[in-house]
């Protein structure tokens, strides 16, 4: 079950002005369950995203890359089931083909297309189950199917993921709809496994992308289930600008920074739903480091935790056992990192308890407190380097005996 996470309500999710979506089930790998969707997209809608560092990035995310970089897209196309990666020349071949079936459909270019799989790995994709699945997929579009599409995007998630929330931009209400899929091979270097976000904003496209690649800094590329890097990671923002107000055109206005709020914070809560739906997961872990020299030693001191499996086992069992945290803290990369300065805190606010200070165990602790705060579903642990001024905060889960279960059957 996944970790304080309510599933979404059909009722809540906003429909976005120009942005429809359909869903099929075309066989993809198992039959019964929906598994394509079909998102269409109004003329001048501006189309960015950001995609997984894994050099054996999957045929689809070639793809996308390759022809966000000739802009007006007009459709996205997910499948999942078979993730067309480690295919070779005939996933770059499908993945193409099926672009310029949905381009045939819906009357546009195929590299106006961008296709999205997600699934098993080194298993080719049945392009003919998709392309005769296609009609139906864009006869049932809408702009109220956001539910269904979240659903159909799923693979080993247990609940989908997806949220709303409106923002006031220069007197206009402006909507921001989105969903995302993951659950395990969680630990993107861009973005989500996969996330897709539309809005009605209008937004000078350069202004896009740097929002889109800071949005998935702080969220998407801030989580970790099980520290391996998907080949197949992909997050996408669409905005179409049909709300009403004038066009976004400088990082610097007031219009802008409300957008950026907005999205930022929509990307962490369907970040953080990855997690707390993690493969297995029991309990929902922030780590927050602070008093470091920049953000990125901070990320890696809160990685190395994240991370490690003998913490996130340790969390599972309730087990204070918190030894672990300060070895993960100790291989994390910095060299001339002052263990003696350091402090460790497992738990938030009045309820935290100092764990570990001048290099070794906090002389107040007692495992008692430590036992009682790490038996809760949501666990938060704080560290400070003492070095600056810099912090960051990544956010994971524990491993449970379910986690090699779900991984071990995957492909029955």
């Not at 996933?91 to 099926?98: E, K, P, V």
């Not at 923002?167 to 899929?181: E, F, R």
């Not at 930022?264 to 297995?280: C, F, K, T, W």
Request: glycine letters at 10%; hydrophobic letters at 45%; charged letters at 20%.
């Amino acid at each position: 079950m996944p970790v304080n996470l309510p599933p979404p309500v059909a009722a809540d999710l906003l429909p976005v002005a120009g942005v429809s979506l359909g869903v099929t089930e075309a066989g993809v790998r198992k039959p019964g369950r929906r598994d394509l969707t079909l998102i269409e997209l109004d003329a001048g809608t501006r189309v960015a995203g950001v995609f997984t560092r894994n050099r054996f990035c999957a045929a689809p995310v070639q793809v996308c890359q390759r022809h966000l970089a000739d802009g007006d897209i007009r459709a996205l196309v997910i499948n999942t089931g078979v993730a067309n990666a480690g295919t070779g020349e005939q996933g770059m071949a499908d993945a193409i083909a099926t672009c310029a079936a949905v381009a045939q459909l819906l009357g546009i270019a195929p590299d106006q297309v961008l296709p999205f799989s997600t699934g098993v790995i080194l298993e080719p994709l049945p392009v003919a189950r998709i392309v005769a699945g296609l009609p139906a997929a864009h006869a049932n579009t809408g702009a109220a199917n956001w539910f269904d599409a979240a659903h159909a995007i799923m693979t080993t998630d247990t609940v989908a993921k997806a949220r709303s929330r409106t923002v006031t931009i220069d007197g206009a209400t402006v909507t921001l709809t989105g969903m995302s899929k993951g659950a395990g091979m969680i630990k993107p270097n861009m973005a989500t496994m996969l996330g897709f976000v539309a809005t009605d904003a209008a937004i000078a496209q350069p202004l896009l992308e740097a929002l889109v690649t800071e949005a998935a800094d702080l969220s998407f590329n801030s989580i970790t289930v099980d520290g391996d890097t998907s080949t197949n990671d992909s997050f996408v923002v669409m905005a179409t600008g049909k709300a009403g107000h004038a066009e976004i055109t400088s990082a610097d206005s007031d219009a802008c920074r409300a957008l950026r709020e907005a999205l930022i914070g929509l990307s962490v809560e369907l970040a953080q739903a990855i997690v707390r739906d993690g493969e297995g997961a029991t309990k929902f872990m922030t780590v927050a480091v602070e008093g470091g020299r920049d953000r990125d030693e901070c990320r890696k001191v809160a990685y190395a935790v994240a991370h490690s499996p003998l913490v996130k086992t340790a969390f599972f069992a309730s087990d204070p056992n918190l030894g672990r945290i300060l070895a993960a803290i100790g291989y994390a990369g910095i060299d001339d990192l002052d263990v003696a300065g350091l402090r460790v805190w497992l738990g938030d606010g009045k309820e935290s308890v100092l764990v570990a200070e001048h290099g070794g165990r906090a002389a107040s602790y007692r495992e008692e407190a430590g036992a009682r705060i790490m038996a809760a579903a949501e666990i938060t642990v704080r560290i400070d380097l003492a070095r600056g001024d810099a912090s960051a905060t990544v956010w994971t889960c524990d491993f449970s005996y379910d986690y090699v279960k779900i991984n071990a059957d995957y492909r029955s």
